[in-house]
Structures are given as C-alpha cells and as structure tokens.
C-alpha cells in the first residue's frame, strides 16, 4: 500500500494518498483544502510504504489493533 505524495497547483497545499493493494491510483486527485480537481502526485517523492508494511511495523503500536 503505498502513500503517495500529492501537491495541488492552484493552493499549492500537499497531502497524502493511500492507494491498496491490488487497485489502480485513482485518475483524478482532489485538493483536500481548495477542493481542485487538477492536484497531481508529486513524482520527485518516492511513494512510502505504509506503516503497517514496515518490517516490524505490526505489533509495535503502529496500527489501531497494537495501539
């Protein structure tokens, strides 16, 4: 599940998308702040992996179940 790096060009305000495993990133990001259609994932951020993922990320109180 990788977390991407999204930026908007009109507001310029940067957030996150999830995208799960086994689907396809959505065709259209909208700026959770100005609600623009036009944001953009940010493709000079490597994507990150979600914490879960994380080698030892279960378990360690990363997750609501361990938390």
Same mark, same amino acid.
């Given at each position: 599940?990788?977390?991407?790096?999204? #930026?908007?060009? *009109?507001?310029?305000? &940067?957030?996150?998308?999830? /995208?799960?495993? =086994?689907? &396809? $990133?959505? #065709? %259209?990001? /909208?700026?959770? *702040?100005?609600?623009?259609? %036009?944001?953009? /994932?940010?493709?000079? #951020? *490597? $994507? #990150?992996?979600?914490?879960?993922? *994380? %080698?030892?990320?279960? =378990?360690?109180?990363?997750? $609501?179940?361990?938390?």
């Amino acid at each position: 599940m990788p977390i991407l790096s999204i #930026q908007c060009p *009109k507001c310029g305000h &940067r957030f996150q998308g999830l /995208v799960l495993e =086994g689907t &396809r $990133p959505p #065709q %259209e990001w /909208v700026c959770s *702040k100005c609600g623009s259609h %036009e944001a953009e /994932v940010d493709h000079s #951020q *490597k $994507p #990150q992996l979600h914490p879960w993922e *994380k %080698e030892g990320g279960h =378990g360690i109180g990363l997750c $609501p179940c361990c938390s």
